[in-house]
């Protein structure tokens, strides 16, 4: 008897870890897995993000030379992508970003290598990644929790900064060695909720553009005059779109720039929707708090 339970019990295993099942990306496709699946390349270093966040990085057999996150072997650019790098490392999927990595997909098909993409622009497309990615490593349950623990904390600071009765009015800027263009976030972009839970109220939330961030102008500051501007610090010591802006002959009367209130965030924490945005959002709502 217990010999014949045995052999139930290996043979309904071995149907489990081989039964086929069906998940939908960021780009709407129907992406079929099939089994475990721990060799994955991590091709964004947003979705390395998800996998650490995971705990899950012992999986990752490549990623890129960007990469921050995860310590393993580098496959190249995050564009075009090295497929010889790449076929060589044998994985079972490649974790891909939406937009500049799609035609990445093509190219990966025509060796027969798996890809799925995310594409998160809003909060709620974060906690839903962190699902999807965790599933198709084989755990959704762990993935559920950390999704809704983290949603939780966002939803603790935003309940904490609504109850504020004077809310600094705030930019985020991005800008490189002059003021001439200016790039910001506004409706529907990731980062105006995130301006919105930390207890800011974002000047460029009217205003929209692809997944939310538009080019402005300098008049546009000018003109908004916020109480705070947000800039991104890529390194160490790097306060080059600080100065550029504390430099820039238009914005001398910009409050922000009179006071000195402008505050300097991790760049590869906010330039990217995943689940490092919470440092950044515990980072803004102190600062807001205090200089409102």
Do not use: C
């Amino acid at each position: 008897m217990r010999k014949v339970l045995f052999t139930f019990f290996t043979i309904l295993l071995s149907v489990v870890l081989s039964a086929e099942y069906l998940l939908v990306d960021d780009l709407g496709r129907l992406v079929s897995f099939e089994g475990e699946v721990n060799r994955v390349i991590s091709a964004a270093p947003a979705v390395s993000d998800y996998i650490k966040y995971l705990g899950l990085e012992e999986k990752v057999v490549g990623v890129t030379d960007w990469d921050t996150h995860i310590d393993a072997e580098k496959i190249g650019n995050l564009v075009p992508l090295n497929l010889e790098k790449t076929v060589s490392l044998n994985p079972d999927v490649v974790f891909l970003t939406g937009g500049f990595q799609e035609p990445e997909i093509s190219r990966l098909e025509r060796y027969n290598i798996k890809s799925f993409v995310i594409n998160p622009v809003n909060f709620n497309d974060i906690y839903r990644d962190i699902v999807l990615i965790g599933s198709i490593l084989g755990e959704r349950e762990k993935a559920q929790t950390l999704s809704n623990k983290l949603r939780q904390n966002v939803l603790n600071i935003a309940k904490s900064s609504f109850t504020w009765k004077n809310k600094p009015t705030v930019l985020y800027l991005m800008v490189q060695n002059n003021v001439a263009e200016i790039w910001t976030a506004g409706n529907g972009s990731y980062i105006n909720e995130l301006i919105a839970y930390a207890g800011g109220l974002n000047l460029a939330a009217p205003y929209t553009g692809n997944n939310g961030f538009l080019l402005v102008g300098p008049e546009f500051v000018v003109a908004q005059n916020p109480d705070i501007i947000i800039v991104a610090s890529y390194y160490e010591g790097d306060e080059s779109a600080k100065n550029t802006i504390l430099n820039a002959e238009q914005f001398k009367n910009v409050k922000a720039v009179k006071e000195g209130k402008i505050v300097m965030v991790d760049g590869n924490k906010i330039s990217q929707a995943s689940p490092s945005l919470i440092d950044v959002l515990e980072q803004l709502y102190e600062y807001f708090g205090e200089n409102r």
